[in-house]
């Protein structure tokens, strides 16, 4: 089963329904991509609307702010026309009945000072470098595209 496709044509996301004959609850599973057009955020916000309950993950903590610096500088130039998950997808709007289904801050710092810390090094020396480096790739993959994915 395949989520999220990178190819030559842009880069997709699939949707999954999953749903028994016996039962009549359905599942909708979708993955998320952290930047993407305006348009791929209100396509998933619109199918949202039907559901009774979703179950949503994110840790709100100072390190996982740093480690997602990367992907928030690529939504600096607008003409790329890209915003993050969290700027457009608006899930305190809809009706349904929100689930935390992620870990605690304080258990992700748990388990973050667990990882050996020249990891940890590495991963926080290396994240500015590859969001410009995917800031300016990203600017010359888009130019003259029309992003319909994300």
């Not at 500015?128 to 029309?146: H, N, T």
Request: glycine share 6%.
């Amino acid at each position: 089963m395949q989520f999220i496709e990178n190819s030559v044509f842009g880069l997709r996301s699939a949707s999954y329904r999953l749903k028994s004959q016996n039962n009549p609850v359905e599942f909708l599973i979708f993955p998320m991509i952290h930047i993407g057009t305006e348009r791929y955020y209100h396509a998933i916000q619109s199918a949202l609307a039907d559901c009774d309950e979703i179950i949503f993950e994110g840790v709100a903590s100072a390190r996982t702010a740093l480690l997602t610096t990367s992907y928030r500088w690529v939504t600096r130039r607008r003409r790329l026309g890209l915003v993050t998950q969290g700027q457009a997808l608006r899930l305190q709007d809809l009706s349904a009945r929100l689930i935390w289904g992620d870990v605690s801050s304080g258990e992700f710092d748990a388990d973050w000072r667990k990882i050996p810390w020249y990891f940890r090094l590495m991963v926080v020396t290396l994240t500015p470098p590859f969001g410009s480096v995917a800031l300016c790739d990203r600017d010359q993959e888009i130019a003259g595209k029309a992003p319909y994915a994300g």
